[in-house]
């Protein structure tokens, strides 16, 4: 099965960094519709915390690349409101740790507005930032949240691994009528990667296959498909095809292009940072045993967090966290090798 990307997706690719490619993203909308505009902590004079937005204050002015105190669930109700009467706001988390200080309104408020006002309004707004464990954080700041703004309809939820990705899905978002939140991974800003220098829209709900294979199907997303494309080279020495397959949104799934590869390899493991309980990994690997059943050779293998707050110790939060020894042992078990 061939990777789907938009049909311009060739044209004239240049190397950029994942925060370039966010910031280029945001820049070329902001261009193109001056009713866009970001918001967050230090977005501003400090050129984004992690070097985001640098440049745009300059470029924009500060009426557009707006600075806010450390009070996350008043800016993001006013990036709310802002998105109901008609502009189209990118509200920052410094890390997504912080946003649960908004959870309120992002549950109850952005998810739901839509829905209950019967259409009048719509809420063309992305909630975006990192998310997930970086480097000795600790067991406060390191959340992969993903799963957990999954679980409410209403919101559409990205988890880009590319800067080209980025890019284009952060695009797409910017662009929608509905409510984007838009998980990034701290640990991937300086990772470069080939994106194209023009206008491309990655749509929501279509995957990405990263690696073809033919003996297991690994679905994993953001910074483990890296971890996974790692231990898909390390089993191909030992004879081992795996398929890695990118979903790049959770909400919306691209089900069939996982389920078309479950088909093909009758294998399936399921990488995902976070804990095993309660998970969005869970309901994938409930989605292939439920859709995929007769088609699989052995039951779905998971490689996910160990089930601890995360440690602040280097050592003991490389222990917590999945790894592309962790992946191969996985893959292994489900090939009876």
Excluded at 11 to 38: N, Y
Aim: hydrophobic share 40%.
């Amino acid at each position: 099965m061939s990777t789907r990307r938009a049909p311009n997706a060739e044209v004239s690719p240049t190397a950029l960094t994942f925060r370039e490619a966010i910031r280029q993203a945001m820049s070329e909308e902001m261009e193109r519709d001056d009713r866009v505009f970001l918001m967050g902590e230090e977005v501003g004079q400090y050129q984004g915390a992690y070097k985001v937005s640098e440049g745009m204050l300059e470029r924009f002015g500060e009426r557009r690349i707006v600075d806010t105190p450390i009070a996350e669930g008043g800016f993001a109700g006013l990036c709310l409101g802002a998105a109901m009467v008609g502009l189209r706001p990118i509200c920052e988390f410094m890390t997504w740790n912080f946003s649960l200080v908004a959870f309120d309104t992002l549950i109850n408020n952005a998810a739901k507005i839509r829905y209950m006002s019967g259409g009048q309004f719509t809420l063309p707004i992305v909630f975006r930032g990192p998310g997930g464990a970086a480097h000795m954080l600790g067991a406060q700041h390191s959340h992969a949240l993903e799963g957990v703004y999954a679980h409410f309809p209403g919101l559409l939820v990205v988890v880009p691994s590319t800067p080209r990705d980025a890019k284009g899905l952060l695009k797409t978002a910017i662009r929608d009528d509905n409510p984007v939140v838009f998980i990034e991974s701290e640990v991937m800003y300086g990772q470069k990667g080939d994106v194209p220098q023009n206008q491309e829209l990655i749509p929501f709900g279509v995957a990405d296959i990263k690696r073809p294979g033919t003996d297991c199907t690994i679905v994993t997303w953001s910074k483990m498909v890296g971890v996974c494309l790692d231990a898909a080279r390390s089993l191909e020495t030992e004879g081992l095809s795996v398929e890695v397959i990118d979903p790049r949104t959770l909400r919306p799934f691209d089900a069939e292009t996982v389920l078309a590869s479950v088909r093909k390899t009758n294998r399936c493991v399921v990488v995902h940072e976070g804990w095993d309980v309660a998970s969005f990994g869970s309901w994938v690997a409930d989605l292939v045993h439920r859709e995929a059943f007769d088609h699989l050779d052995a039951p779905v293998e998971r490689v996910c967090n160990a089930d601890v707050p995360m440690p602040y110790a280097h050592s003991l939060e490389k222990a917590a966290m999945p790894d592309a020894e962790g992946v191969v042992a996985a893959v292994k078990r489900v090939c009876y090798k």
